[in-house]
T-cell receptor, first 114, second 113 residues
Framework: NAGVTQTPKFRVLKTGQSMTLLCAQD?????MYWYRQDPGMGLRLIHY???????AKGEVPDGYNVSRLKKQNFLLGLESAAPSQTSVYFC?????????????FGPGTRLLVL | AQSVTQPDIHITVSEGASLELRCNYS??????LFWYVQSPGQGLQLLLKYFSGDTLVQGIKGFEAEFKRSQSSFNLRKPSVHWSDAAEYFCAVGNNAGNMLTFGGGTRLMVKP
């Protein structure tokens, strides 16, 4: 039982390049989330999904796209990377919070955009 | 919209001393409240959570937190801090729809020997 895994762990991009971050969970969770973490700002929600084939915008969605083609995977895409997207990205998964569970977090992906 | 404020960006305590980290939230209904800890270069680990019932919640590693509705607070406490507690601590509030956590900016804890 690996929990939540993220690929890659670290990446350097040049401005304008694209990339996809992969998140996978093996807990059969319906809900999945992508956050970014910046110093002094905590974690901010980028996009989330409440089930396979559905996605929704969070607090800071601009410049990102997501897809949830399979229940266990949640992809985060950057079509044209900008230096402002330098951050640490965390994926999480959960059952609905009303079931008194919490979100389980992956180890993070550190992204540097030059 | 929900929000969380952690007033203290940095806190330094001596090993063995008591600790209290402050968290204030804004949410229209009864909130779901969480404390997470993050060690350097690591992901977030849940310390404790409050959904309903007893307002004093016990968590892992000897931490506890008290929900005070009248003060919109959910402060984290530990009676005796260990050097291994040095980390960043995040308070979060969840909405009743069950699909979103809002985090505070975090408090970085340093422990002096």
């Amino acid at each position: 039982n690996a929990g939540v895994t993220q690929t890659p762990k670290f990446r350097v991009l040049k401005t304008g390049q694209s990339m996809t971050l992969l998140c996978a969970q093996d807990m059969n969770h319906e809900y999945m989330y992508w956050y970014r973490q910046d110093p002094g700002m905590g974690l901010r929600l980028i996009h989330y999904s409440v089930g396979e084939g559905t996605t929704a915008k969070g607090e800071v969605p601009d410049g990102y796209n997501v897809s949830r083609l399979k229940k266990q995977n949640f992809l985060l895409g950057l079509e044209s990377a900008a230096p402002s997207q330098t951050s640490v990205y965390f994926c999480a998964s959960s059952t609905p919070l009303a079931e008194q569970e919490t979100q389980y977090f992956g180890p993070g992906t550190r992204l540097l955009v030059l | 919209a929900q929000s969380v404020t952690q007033p203290d960006i940095h806190i330094t305590v001596s090993e063995g001393a008591s600790l209290e980290l402050r968290c204030n939230y804004s949410y229209g209904a009864t909130p779901y409240l969480f404390w997470y800890v993050q060690s350097p270069g690591q992901g977030l680990q849940l310390l404790l959570k409050y959904f309903s019932g007893d307002t004093l919640v016990q968590g892992i590693k000897g931490f506890e937190a008290e929900f005070k509705r009248s003060q919109s607070s959910f402060n984290l406490r530990k009676p005796s801090v260990h050097w291994s507690d040095a980390a960043e601590y995040f308070c979060a509030v969840g909405n009743n729809a069950g699909n979103m956590l809002t985090f505070g900016g975090g408090t970085r804890l340093m422990v002096k020997p």
